[in-house]
C-alpha cells in the first residue's frame, strides 16, 4: 500500500459541475495537508493548506480533513475550464517544509 | 507566475554523464527545495538547502547533489545519470523565518530531464 493514494482519474466533468478530489493515506503521524494544481509544463501551486482536521473554504474551493478516516478531499464549485489541470495532494508530520508526501496525482478535464 | 525560475527548461543526456540544474528563488526567499517528479507520479523530495548548507535530504543516493550560493540560488547536480533519472526536477523556494509555515513552497516550471 502507498503512503498516499489519490483518484487516479482521469476526470472529465461539465462547466459549472461540482467536483470532488480525494486521498486518502495510511501515516496517522501526518498534521500538514495541502492540495496543488499543476497545468501542463508548469510547476505546482499551492492551492489550499490546512492543518490537523477541519473544513477550509478558499473561493470555489474547500478542502476537507478527516484524521480518524485518514481522508482528505478537495471541492472545486462551479467548475470552469481554466480549472482543467492536475490535482496533486501532499501531506507532511511536520512544519519543516522537507518531509512531504505527494499522492500521485487526479487530472481533471472540465468541458465547455 | 511564482518568481522561481529553472534552467535548463529540457536536457538530453546519456547514461553515465553529469548534469547540473540551476534555480533562482522567489526574491527574498532564503530556503530552496529539489524534487524529482516521474511522470505520471507526485514530486519526491531530493534535498534542502538553507544558509548555503543541506538542511534536509530524501532518500536519494549521494550522486545527487547540490549547493546554495549567497544570493539563495541553488544548483542541483546529478553524477552518473541512469536511464531512471529521466523526470521533472523541480525546484521550490519558501522562507525560513518565526511565524512563516516552513511547508509553504513556491514552485518553479521545472527542468525535464530525458536520459537515453
Known amino acids: 500500500q502507498k503512503e498516499v493514494e489519490q483518484d487516479p482519474g482521469p476526470l472529465s466533468v461539465p462547466e459549472g459541475a461540482i467536483v470532488s478530489l480525494n486521498c486518502t493515506y495510511s501515516n496517522s503521524a501526518f498534521q500538514y495537508f495541502m492540495w496543488y494544481r499543476q497545468y501542463s509544463r508548469k510547476g505546482p501551486e499551492l492551492l489550499m493548506y490546512?492543518?490537523?482536521?477541519g473544513n477550509k473554504e478558499d473561493g470555489r474551493f474547500t478542502a476537507q480533513v478527516d484524521k480518524s478516516s485518514k481522508y482528505i478531499s478537495l471541492f472545486i464549485r462551479d467548475s470552469q475550464p481554466s480549472d482543467s489541470a492536475t490535482y496533486l495532494c501532499a501531506m507532511s508530520p511536520d512544519n519543516y517544509g522537507q518531509n512531504f508526501v505527494f499522492g500521485p496525482g487526479t487530472r481533471l478535464s472540465v468541458l465547455p | 507566475e511564482t518568481g522561481v525560475t529553472q534552467s535548463p527548461t529540457h536536457l538530453i543526456k546519456t547514461r553515465g554523464q553529469q548534469v547540473t540544474l540551476r534555480c533562482s528563488s522567489q526574491s527574498g526567499h532564503n530556503t530552496v527545495s529539489w524534487y524529482q517528479q516521474a511522470l505520471g507520479q507526485g514530486p519526491q523530495f531530493i534535498f534542502q538547502y538553507y544558509r548555503e548548507e543541506e538542511n534536509g535530504r530524501g532518500n536519494f543516493p549521494p550522486r545527487f547533489s547540490g549547493l546554495q550560493f549567497p544570493n539563495y540560488s541553488s544548483e542541483l547536480n546529478v553524477n552518473a545519470l541512469e536511464l531512471d533519472d529521466s523526470a521533472l526536477y523541480l525546484c521550490a523556494s519558501s522562507l525560513d523565518l518565526a511565524g512563516v509555515p516552513k511547508n509553504i513552497q513556491y514552485f518553479g516550471a521545472g527542468t525535464r530531464l530525458s536520459v537515453l
Open positions: 490546512t492543518y490537523s482536521s
